[in-house]
């Protein structure tokens, strides 16, 4: 096949990861695949509590299925959160986007060098695509959820860390799960906020 499944080498020395090659291919997806991955989406989105995008930018995700899943999760009243790569224009509408402060900045062209700075390109990117809200993973800074009004943030607390690997995809699927039961935004934040830090002390 043209798309193989990404495979990940990963280097580790006295328990800590040092390096990872990756062997993967972002080839745009055949028409019927994105059809496949798009209908499905859309007929699951009927039965789930929240909506996850979680981009890679190997192209699985294309704008069509992107733009229609939003559509659909708003028809419903889900929310829909993002794991963004590159454009933001591609999520315009989104609940939740959550970059880190290096996505953060390309996407918004400005420097995230500071407390201020990020929430000024947190909120240009809110007002351009009509995002409600930026949650900003900010390493060892913690995290800062920022919409139109309001700036929350959630400080990380010190630890050794062995593997950063799926730092970010805990963040995201703990949030989104906190959300999809209920749980209010800034205490969904600080599960994830404790679920990173659980994850990157381990191998």
Same mark, same amino acid.
């Given at each position: 096949?043209?798309?193989?499944?990404?495979?990940?080498?990963?280097?580790?020395?006295?328990?800590?990861?040092?390096?990872?090659?990756d062997?993967?291919?972002?080839?745009?997806?055949?028409?019927?695949?994105?059809?496949?991955?798009?209908?499905?989406?859309?007929?699951?989105?009927?039965?789930?509590? #929240?909506?996850?995008?979680?981009?890679?930018?190997?192209?699985?995700?294309?704008?069509?299925?992107i733009?229609?899943?939003?559509?659909? #999760?708003?028809?419903?009243?889900k929310?829909?959160?993002?794991?963004?790569?590159?454009?933001?224009?591609?999520?315009?509408? #989104?609940?939740?986007?959550t970059?880190n402060?290096s996505?953060?900045?390309?996407?918004?062209?400005?420097?995230?060098?500071?407390?201020?700075s990020?929430?000024?390109?947190a909120?240009?990117?809110?007002?351009?695509?009509?995002?409600?809200?930026?949650?900003?993973?900010?390493?060892?800074?913690?995290?800062?959820?920022?919409?139109?009004s309001?700036?929350?943030?959630?400080?990380?607390?010190?630890?050794?860390?062995?593997?950063?690997?799926?730092?970010?995809?805990?963040?995201?699927?703990?949030?989104?799960?906190?959300?999809a039961?209920?749980?209010?935004?800034?205490?969904?934040?600080?599960?994830?906020?404790?679920?990173?830090?659980i994850?990157?002390g381990?191998?």
């Amino acid at each position: 096949t043209h798309r193989p499944s990404t495979i990940k080498t990963r280097f580790l020395a006295g328990g800590q990861q040092l390096l990872r090659a990756d062997k993967e291919t972002n080839e745009p997806l055949s028409s019927s695949s994105e059809e496949d991955v798009r209908r499905t989406a859309l007929e699951a989105i009927v039965s789930c509590d #929240a909506i996850v995008l979680s981009d890679y930018g190997k192209g699985a995700l294309t704008d069509r299925s992107i733009k229609d899943i939003i559509t659909r #999760a708003h028809q419903l009243s889900k929310p829909v959160i993002v794991d963004p790569k590159g454009d933001f224009s591609r999520y315009r509408g #989104a609940t939740i986007v959550t970059p880190n402060c290096s996505e953060l900045s390309k996407a918004s062209g400005m420097l995230t060098n500071n407390e201020e700075s990020i929430i000024e390109a947190a909120r240009k990117l809110l007002s351009e695509f009509d995002i409600k809200s930026i949650l900003v993973t900010r390493s060892q800074d913690g995290m800062s959820l920022i919409d139109s009004s309001t700036v929350e943030h959630v400080e990380v607390k010190s630890q050794e860390v062995f593997d950063v690997s799926g730092a970010g995809d805990t963040v995201v699927a703990t949030f989104s799960a906190a959300l999809a039961v209920g749980i209010n935004r800034l205490h969904a934040v600080s599960l994830a906020n404790l679920a990173a830090g659980i994850v990157v002390g381990k191998v």
